[in-house]
């Protein structure tokens, strides 16, 4: 009989094929934890745990091998929230409000990155050079120069880097891509991806306050712009202010543009054109545009972005999704699943198939490569997340400068002097970006 560990690693690599059709039983993670013999644990710590950050924890401590051993959080509150409930199951842990004290710990093997994006690139170097494997969440950087250091840092100190982009492990989305490889959809002249966030509603202007207590904000804001502090730029609503991330483009656009690139086996885009504003709420306080599309010229067809806040129908009826438009017929995939729609008669029509899970299949993808530290089973190495990460950001510089920008792939820069400039990271109050060497 196969023992518990082997047919985790078994199913592990299963995950990695991509034609896989099943996914793993809940009831393989709420497997207790006896029987995993303590020099085969592996020690878990968080950076960041008030969102994604601790979704993330939740799923990886469903695995055998894993000890959840420290967390740390600018927030005290958010400390005192989670190692509360981590108490609830006899797990405990040590605190801190500076990673870096916590990433002097020999003793933690892996760290899971799960703070607002302006950190992403400091915290995941100085992780690895600590020594640490890494799951850091999506989007990689908050620039296109700290996605090209976090590929430097993933080579020099060779450690195992996952981004969250947990879709990558979903079988279902798997399948889509079997289907389009299989060149039923004939040729493909147009990919869309979007976005349309209903429930995003306007976020309206406060003044800025004090600190609450329990919050070390300088540390919070790090290497961005300082400020006094304000309720609308703190946890969650961070992502719609350009000091810390940018906006639905990156936040939701690094999930759907990823599977949009895959689908069509792309690089790079030879230019970029994008347009739009703040059109739902010209009043509110959010930076970023609450609607946007951008198109991305590549060889022989365009790929679309959209994306709408506090608007939920998109294309075919669907909040957010990806699909590719084929002589024959289009396919379009979302987290409900895909199906196929004929152009005429031209092509079988493909019901809708069915979703499936993948968060918990994508930390369990993650922890079998630092296992066998074979890297290039990752589902989504460091080099996946920063690709599509550049890729939405170009969208962003675009609107940015107010015109199309055009990308030159040997030199890996923009034809243009002003979307070079925000290529570049802007780190202030004494914060430097690291510097990582061959």
């Not at 152009?343 to 069915?354: C, G, N, T, W």
Request: with cysteine; aromatic share 10%; glycine share 8%.
């Amino acid at each position: 009989m196969k023992t518990r560990r082997a047919f985790i690693r078994s199913a592990a690599t299963a995950t990695a094929g991509i034609g896989l059709t099943q996914f793993l039983p809940s009831d393989l993670f709420a497997l207790g934890k006896p029987g995993v013999a303590p020099s085969d644990k592996i020690n878990v710590a968080a950076i960041g745990v008030n969102g994604m950050g601790w979704s993330d924890i939740k799923s990886l401590m469903k695995l055998p091998e894993v000890n959840v051993v420290a967390l740390c959080d600018v927030d005290n509150n958010v400390l005192a929230k989670r190692t509360e409930e981590l108490s609830k199951s006899e797990v405990k842990v040590k605190t801190y409000t500076d990673y870096r004290k916590m990433l002097e710990d020999k003793d933690i093997h892996v760290v899971v990155i799960g703070t607002p994006d302006h950190w992403h690139c400091l915290q995941m170097v100085e992780a690895c050079a600590a020594g640490k494997d890494v799951y850091v969440e999506k989007p990689v950087g908050n620039s296109i120069q700290e996605c090209r250091v976090m590929e430097a840092a993933q080579k020099r100190y060779s450690r195992a880097v996952q981004v969250g982009q947990w879709q990558r492990s979903v079988p279902h989305f798997v399948d889509a891509l079997n289907f389009i490889r299989t060149g039923k959809l004939g040729k493909i002249r147009t990919v869309k991806a979007w976005a349309y966030q209903g429930w995003m509603t306007n976020i309206e202007k406060k003044p800025d306050g004090p600190v609450p207590a329990g919050v070390d904000y300088e540390r919070w804001l790090g290497p961005a712009t300082k400020r006094p502090f304000n309720p609308n730029r703190f946890h969650f609503n961070f992502r719609w202010f350009w000091d810390y991330a940018g906006g639905l483009m990156t936040d939701w656009g690094v999930h759907l543009v990823d599977y949009a690139l895959l689908g069509m086996d792309a690089k790079f885009p030879k230019s970029v054109i994008a347009s739009g504003g703040q059109f739902a709420y010209p009043d509110g306080a959010q930076e970023t545009p609450d609607t946007l599309a951008a198109i991305y010229e590549f060889d022989g067809y365009n790929m679309i972005w959209e994306h709408a806040q506090s608007i939920s129908n998109g294309n075919y009826g669907r909040d957010h999704g990806i699909s590719y438009i084929g002589n024959n017929g289009t396919l379009v995939l979302d987290r409900n699943g895909w199906e196929v729609i004929p152009d005429e008669k031209r092509m079988e029509a493909m019901p809708l198939q069915k979703p499936s899970a993948g968060l918990d299949l994508h930390t369990l993808n993650f922890i079998e490569a630092v296992k066998s530290r074979k890297f290039e089973n990752l589902t989504a190495p460091i080099q996946a997340g920063s690709h599509v990460a550049v890729v939405c950001q170009m969208g962003n510089i675009s609107y940015k400068v107010g015109g199309k920008v055009s990308w030159n792939a040997e030199k890996d820069a923009f034809n243009e002097k002003e979307a070079n400039e925000w290529k570049k990271a802007r780190y202030q109050n004494g914060y430097v970006v690291p510097k990582v060497g061959g």
